[in-house]
């Protein structure tokens, strides 16, 4: 099977090289690291004693070894890694073996035999999206017992561990919304019932007056709707507390859109010369919320729409790219699973077809009964702005949290607006666009510059979070609380700097920021665990989180390929 998938970034299409042809190489060719493949190793190697050797004759020295370089996304993932991944994530495995409470109403997956999938694949001409079925903790937790032994030493072998590395790119990083799923306090519903009735997105049925004839725009829709190709879904924004009507983009609108991403890619690298601060997802995020903003075809909200953002909550960003990903996939999309055994042996894959629409999850307990009640308005635009500031203020989770980094300063967070996650990322860009350009013509040595660089990235490493932060509060030794909030954006700045020196302040703020991110999630986007167990009619074992916006990507660019893959 041939895949001609475009590959910019950690964002190419997540499928095995064994199974694709080598994608195109664009002048920087970004490259997802590889996981690390297992060897035969012998403990006992590193406490022999070295033989004695007999003298040996001087030799004229070789060449060094020619350096292989890093490409700029390399470089940027090994810091990410290293800085992020250490410093967020330490306590990843001490995480307890506990999972939230979930209710199924449809299984999401259709599986098939692989007779039958080979003849869906032929006529989609569509490539498997591996999709994740254990979170990273889970499967680190199964490999902890398995001898060090070359996992990919069959076919079948080979496939699995394939299915797993491109699987592995559909999860949140770091292990993010880990303890979101593994909170026992949780009960994540697909349908929520409310007042006899259940809350769910919906593809609503375009019937029309026999009276009159739709035309334009509200004609196109309704046949798509007919022909199985989209038409509109209705989506609710639980942090927000809205529901949007998303109608889906035309093919042409998708295929300028992977050319915008590629060519601001490009522009960033260029800036940047191979630096570390290429922030993809700030581009990315930009790229889906123009597209999201063109395919709005209806809001819940009663007031005008001009300023949208300003009242979408950042975590609905997930929500968003799930939903945008439904319309581009309306009749699902083939995708490969590993369904895991307590033998490492009995493990196998499954295939078939996954309904994108059925993966979105929302925490029945985040909520309460006045919030749910409001969500239940989900027919006319009636919701006026003093009613969301009411609903926003009703979550039963905590929307903010104080840190006390010392005896005189707290910060408080907060979720932000989309507009706020723009403005904060913009700059966050620019400054150090500016910065990186001032390094690179002040230092011709290139590793020198790379390491003023990543020192620089690592002393701004709080600003990524920033548009988390509300409030910074000090509190003088018998004076009153000062209040840094909206007014005071840029001595916030100034404040949060003067501490970036401070790595153990910063190391606690930075993982209570994303403890906080986990903890105030009300709706997530995942995927329902698959065991050969037998399990109750209405409960699976656990959900895996899923990264939507790497996952709208993945099948924006399949979709894309697709298209250009078209005969005259």
Same mark, same amino acid.
Request: one cysteine or more; hydrophobic letters at 35%.
């Given at each position: 099977?041939?895949?001609?998938?475009?590959?910019?970034?950690?964002?190419?299409?997540?499928?095995?090289?064994?199974?694709?042809?080598?994608?195109?190489?664009?002048?920087?060719?970004?490259?997802?690291?590889?996981?690390?493949?297992?060897?035969?190793? /012998?403990?006992?190697?590193?406490?022999?004693?070295?033989?004695?050797?007999?003298?040996?004759?001087?030799?004229?020295?070789?060449?060094?070894?020619?350096?292989?370089?890093?490409?700029?996304?390399?470089?940027?993932?090994?810091?990410?890694?290293?800085?992020?991944?250490?410093?967020?994530?330490?306590?990843?495995?001490?995480?307890?073996?506990?999972?939230?409470?979930?209710?199924?109403?449809?299984?999401?997956?259709?599986?098939?035999?692989?007779?039958?999938?080979?003849?869906?694949?032929?006529?989609?001409?569509?490539?498997?999206?591996?999709?994740?079925?254990?979170?990273?903790?889970?499967?680190?937790?199964?490999?902890?017992?398995?001898?060090?032994?070359?996992?990919?030493?069959?076919?079948?072998?080979?496939?699995?561990?394939?299915?797993?590395?491109?699987?592995?790119?559909?999860?949140?990083?770091?292990?993010?919304?880990?303890?979101?799923?593994?909170?026992?306090?949780?009960?994540?519903?697909?349908?929520?019932?409310?007042?006899?009735?259940?809350?769910?997105?919906?593809?609503?049925?375009?019937?029309?007056?026999?009276?009159?004839?739709?035309?334009?725009?509200?004609?196109?829709?309704?046949?798509?709707?007919?022909?199985?190709?989209?038409?509109?879904?209705?989506?609710?924004?639980?942090?927000?507390?809205?529901?949007?009507?998303?109608?889906?983009?035309?093919?042409?609108?998708?295929?300028?859109?992977?050319?915008?991403?590629?060519?601001?890619?490009?522009?960033?690298?260029?800036?940047?010369?191979?630096?570390?601060?290429? /922030?993809?997802?700030?581009?990315?995020?930009?790229?889906?919320?123009?597209?999201?903003?063109?395919?709005?075809?209806?809001?819940?909200?009663?007031?005008?729409?001009?300023?949208?953002?300003?009242?979408?909550?950042?975590?609905?960003?997930?929500?968003?790219?799930?939903?945008?990903?439904?319309?581009?996939?309306?009749?699902?999309?083939?995708?490969?699973?590993?369904?895991?055994?307590?033998?490492?042996?009995?493990?196998?894959?499954?295939?078939?077809?996954?309904?994108?629409?059925?993966?979105?999850?929302?925490?029945?307990?985040?909520?309460?009964?006045?919030?749910?009640?409001?969500?239940?308005?989900?027919?006319?635009?009636?919701?006026?702005?003093?009613?969301?500031?009411?609903?926003?203020?009703?979550?039963?989770?905590?929307?903010?949290? %104080?840190?006390?980094?010392?005896?005189?300063?707290?910060?408080?967070?907060?979720?932000?607006?989309?507009?706020?996650?723009?403005?904060?990322?913009?700059?966050?860009?620019?400054?150090?666009?500016?910065?990186?350009?001032?390094?690179?013509?002040?230092?011709?040595?290139?590793? %020198?510059?790379?390491?003023?660089?990543?020192?620089?990235?690592?002393?701004?490493?709080?600003?990524?979070?920033?548009?988390?932060?509300?409030?910074?509060?000090?509190?003088?030794?018998?004076?009153?609380?000062?209040?840094?909030?909206?007014?005071?954006?840029?001595?916030?700045?100034?404040?949060?700097?003067?501490?970036?020196?401070?790595?153990?302040?910063?190391?606690?703020?930075?993982?209570?920021?994303?403890?906080?991110?986990?903890?105030?999630?009300?709706?997530?986007?995942?995927?329902?665990?698959?065991?050969?167990?037998?399990?109750?009619?209405?409960?699976?074992?656990?959900?895996?989180?899923?990264?939507?916006?790497?996952?709208?990507?993945?099948?924006?660019?399949?979709?894309?390929?697709?298209?250009?893959?078209?005969?005259?």
């Amino acid at each position: 099977m041939t895949d001609n998938t475009p590959n910019f970034g950690s964002l190419n299409d997540p499928f095995d090289q064994e199974h694709q042809a080598a994608p195109p190489t664009p002048p920087t060719p970004p490259q997802v690291p590889e996981e690390p493949k297992a060897s035969v190793v /012998n403990p006992e190697d590193d406490y022999m004693d070295p033989e004695p050797q007999s003298p040996t004759p001087p030799t004229t020295p070789k060449d060094p070894e020619p350096v292989v370089s890093m490409t700029p996304e390399e470089k940027q993932q090994e810091i990410f890694d290293k800085v992020l991944g250490e410093k967020h994530l330490s306590t990843l495995n001490d995480l307890p073996e506990k999972g939230a409470n979930v209710h199924l109403s449809t299984n999401p997956f259709k599986e098939m035999s692989q007779r039958e999938f080979e003849e869906e694949l032929s006529k989609r001409k569509d490539i498997p999206v591996a999709i994740p079925s254990v979170t990273l903790k889970q499967f680190q937790n199964m490999v902890k017992g398995i001898p060090n032994v070359d996992l990919q030493d069959s076919p079948t072998n080979r496939e699995l561990m394939a299915i797993y590395r491109s699987s592995y790119n559909h999860l949140p990083k770091y292990g993010g919304l880990q303890s979101t799923v593994d909170n026992e306090e949780r009960d994540f519903y697909q349908e929520l019932p409310v007042d006899g009735g259940v809350l769910k997105p919906m593809k609503p049925k375009m019937s029309i007056n026999p009276a009159t004839k739709p035309t334009g725009e509200q004609a196109v829709i309704r046949m798509n709707a007919l022909m199985g190709k989209g038409g509109v879904i209705n989506v609710p924004l639980y942090h927000s507390g809205f529901w949007v009507s998303i109608k889906n983009p035309p093919d042409s609108r998708l295929i300028d859109m992977e050319y915008e991403i590629v060519n601001s890619k490009v522009v960033l690298g260029r800036n940047l010369l191979g630096s570390i601060f290429s /922030n993809d997802r700030l581009f990315m995020v930009q790229a889906l919320l123009q597209l999201f903003r063109e395919c709005v075809y209806n809001t819940t909200l009663q007031e005008a729409t001009d300023n949208l953002f300003d009242k979408i909550k950042l975590h609905d960003i997930n929500t968003i790219a799930w939903a945008m990903a439904s319309m581009i996939y309306p009749n699902g999309v083939p995708y490969s699973r590993i369904i895991y055994s307590e033998n490492i042996e009995e493990n196998r894959v499954a295939k078939g077809i996954v309904d994108i629409s059925k993966l979105l999850w929302v925490d029945r307990n985040a909520l309460s009964e006045d919030q749910m009640r409001h969500m239940a308005r989900n027919r006319k635009p009636t919701m006026s702005d003093l009613e969301l500031e009411k609903y926003q203020e009703k979550f039963k989770l905590k929307m903010t949290k %104080r840190v006390k980094l010392d005896d005189i300063m707290t910060v408080v967070l907060g979720v932000p607006t989309i507009t706020d996650y723009l403005i904060f990322g913009e700059n966050w860009i620019n400054t150090n666009i500016a910065r990186a350009d001032a390094i690179i013509e002040d230092t011709e040595d290139e590793v %020198r510059r790379n390491e003023l660089i990543t020192n620089y990235f690592k002393s701004d490493l709080l600003s990524q979070y920033r548009h988390f932060i509300k409030e910074v509060i000090l509190t003088p030794e018998g004076g009153e609380e000062e209040v840094y909030g909206d007014d005071d954006k840029d001595t916030i700045d100034k404040m949060l700097s003067s501490i970036s020196t401070n790595d153990a302040v910063i190391d606690m703020l930075l993982k209570e920021i994303t403890q906080f991110i986990d903890d105030t999630q009300v709706s997530i986007i995942a995927t329902p665990t698959l065991t050969e167990e037998p399990t109750q009619s209405n409960r699976f074992p656990h959900l895996v989180p899923m990264d939507p916006l790497y996952t709208f990507f993945t099948l924006l660019l399949q979709r894309t390929t697709k298209i250009s893959s078209r005969t005259a």
